[in-house]
């Protein structure tokens, strides 16, 4: 594919039918470091999205018909795109989404790993019976028409994780990115434009009007959602009317358990790295620490000495690791629980308080050892504030770990591996990372059990969540 050619990273429309439209009224999102406005995106109609469907609808019967290794080499070429562009989308990904640069780069790097390698997976018929007389043969068959809607904490690798897995099975596919971060997605659909047939990817942008209208539109097959496990529970609800199939990936409250073998030195620079990223705005960031009691205080004091390390600022500075919040939505519901740190007589031992700045900056903060019923643990604050707490028994802290709605991800930490299997083993939880958290790979199915969500992304479990399963019964 040495034939791509730029694009430009200025101006933002849809695509629809790859072509490039803008709507009557437009708006903008804002800089979450500086409060300044982005520039004008669409507000798309729902004469926009019928269109959208109808288009997609009409590019299915060929698309679908396609080979895997065709389509495979299209999603292939789409990740070279991305790759050609990776320095304009790190750039625009801290202007939109507030992350530090070396973040965004990680996040660019990955949307263009995912393209490469998820069409490597191959998606066979299975011969479940084969006799003398008959084989069962079952197959995997394209659902039509997706709608992928994602998130504002990861915009580009959340849409290319939708927009992968859906178009190599032969779906054709729709993605409304969040409100608060369109642009990076929008330029997903240019380039997709110059890749994939028209109808195959298309991309509006939206008030939060078209979301709606996507769960419940009778020419969707399926939606994909990553986001919140309230806005979860409504596309549920409206998806109901047509019986569309859903794929969910909500909130995470994730636990991570430090035994008291590890070496502290080694383990917290990653801990805090991994409790903190994105500032802490990751579904599956280490949200509860809990941490042997015997080595707690050395551990503490060892966190916060590191975490004063990480500086905060705009994500374009050198050496910057806490971006802002990104939108003033999540900005008041982190001051909101800061709240209960004075409400709840809480004892920050690090940060505790959010000064005004000209952007959506909270300061990080430790909470030390709070009361297992405290918001600080109960709640997802999806905003850098972490509680640490002690445990002394392993049948105790599984009890603990295990005590929420939420069950994303969750981590152990030993040098006992057999033993950290054993306790992780116990973990009501979509993913358990034994001396590691947040790791994904485009190859390995990911997602939540409880109100984590339902249904699994990526991996060959991904790439079955996007087909409908048809037995062919073959008498010879």
Not at 187 to 195: N, P, Q
Not at 212 to 241: D, Q, V
Request: aromatic fraction near 8%; charge should be negative.
């Amino acid at each position: 594919m040495g034939s791509i050619s730029k694009i430009d990273f200025t101006t933002f429309y849809n695509t629809i039918n790859n072509e490039l439209t803008t709507t009557p009224t437009t708006r903008h999102s804002l800089n979450p470091a500086t409060r300044k406005p982005n520039p004008p995106v669409p507000i798309s109609t729902a004469s926009d999205l019928n269109h959208a469907v109808t288009s997609a609808r009409t590019a299915f019967k060929s698309w679908s018909k396609l080979s895997p290794s065709d389509r495979r080499a299209k999603v292939i070429a789409f990740g070279e795109a991305i790759s050609l562009h990776a320095e304009e989308f790190a750039d625009l990904l801290v202007q939109e989404q507030g992350k530090a640069r070396f973040q965004a780069t990680i996040e660019v790097n990955m949307s263009g790993t995912w393209c490469k390698q998820i069409p490597q997976l191959e998606l066979n018929d299975e011969i479940l019976q084969d006799t003398a007389d008959q084989r069962v043969i079952q197959r995997f068959t394209p659902m039509g028409v997706v709608a992928g809607i994602v998130p504002w904490n990861f915009p580009l690798l959340l849409a290319v994780g939708k927009i992968a897995p859906a178009v190599y099975t032969g779906n054709c596919i729709i993605i409304k990115p969040s409100p608060f971060t369109p642009y990076c997605a929008l330029k997903l659909g240019e380039l997709a434009a110059t890749i994939f047939p028209p109808g195959v990817v298309q991309v509006l942008s939206d008030d939060g009007n078209i979301g709606p209208l996507m769960t419940t539109h009778p020419g969707i097959n399926k939606i994909s959602f990553t986001g919140s496990t309230e806005t979860g529970k409504r596309i549920m609800r409206n998806c109901a009317e047509t019986l569309k199939s859903v794929t969910l990936e909500l909130g995470g409250n994730d636990p991570a358990i430090v035994c008291e073998d590890v070496d502290i030195d080694e383990v917290v620079p990653q801990i805090a790295t991994l409790s903190f990223l994105v500032s802490a705005q990751v579904c599956m960031m280490i949200k509860r620490l809990y941490i042997h009691e015997s080595i707690y205080d050395k551990f503490l004091s060892a966190f916060i000495n590191f975490t004063k390390t990480l500086k905060t600022g705009h994500g374009t500075e050198p050496d910057v690791f806490f971006g802002p919040v990104q939108n003033e939505m999540q900005y008041e519901k982190v001051k909101d629980l800061f709240t209960s740190i004075q409400t709840e007589n809480l004892n920050p031992v690090l940060g505790g308080t959010i000064t005004d700045s000209e952007g959506y900056f909270v300061t990080p903060t430790l909470i030390d050892n709070p009361p297992d019923d405290s918001r600080v643990v109960k709640e997802e604050a999806f905003g850098p504030i972490l509680p640490l707490m002690k445990w002394s028994n392993e049948e105790e802290v599984i009890v603990r770990a295990n005590d929420s709605e939420s069950g994303l991800g969750a981590s152990v930490w030993s040098k006992d591996v057999e033993r950290a299997q054993r306790i992780g083993a116990q973990l009501e939880s979509g993913s358990v990372w034994i001396n590691s958290h947040f790791q994904v790979a485009p190859n390995i199915p990911f997602g939540g059990v409880k109100s984590s969500g339902i249904g699994r992304e990526w991996g060959i479990e991904g790439l079955k969540s996007y087909t409908q399963s048809q037995m062919m019964w073959v008498k010879k």
